[in-house]
């Protein structure tokens, strides 16, 4: 009975942890492979959330961390994440909100990686429904 719960409760921790990242990106930008991943924020109600990027090249690899906010265009059926020095437009159509399974086009453009020259990336939404 114990080894059920315990792997019942260690199945249950990993789940917690799991849901953590509202959008994931992937892409390249010349000869820099670029990541990303943007947090949802905690509480749900704020504004800000955190960003982390990374960029590698064949002989180097950075990480940058920034703090952005979105804004939905419903309109156009995109979602725009900004920041200090970036800008990560999100394309969903033919959605008009995220959903599970799907990628999604998004062009990037930060000041921090190849002077500010755009990426496309392909980027998915993890805990869309």
Do not use: H
Not at 85 to 93: E, N, T
Not at 95 to 112: L, Q, V
């Amino acid at each position: 009975m114990k080894l059920i719960l315990t792997i019942a409760f260690g199945l249950l921790s990993f789940s917690a942890i799991a849901g953590f990242n509202e959008i994931e990106c992937e892409g390249n930008n010349g000869f820099t492979n670029v990541y990303l991943e943007i947090e949802q924020p905690f509480p749900n109600t704020s504004v800000f959330k955190r960003m982390i990027l990374s960029a590698s090249t064949a002989s180097t690899q950075e990480y940058f961390q920034y703090t952005v906010t979105s804004n939905r265009y419903n309109g156009f059926r995109n979602i725009v994440y900004q920041g200090p020095r970036l800008r990560l437009d999100v394309d969903l159509w033919p959605d008009f909100e995220p959903r599970w399974g799907r990628n999604y086009r998004a062009i990037f453009n930060s000041s921090d990686i190849n002077n500010g020259i755009n990426s496309i990336l392909n980027c998915y939404f993890p805990n869309a429904n």
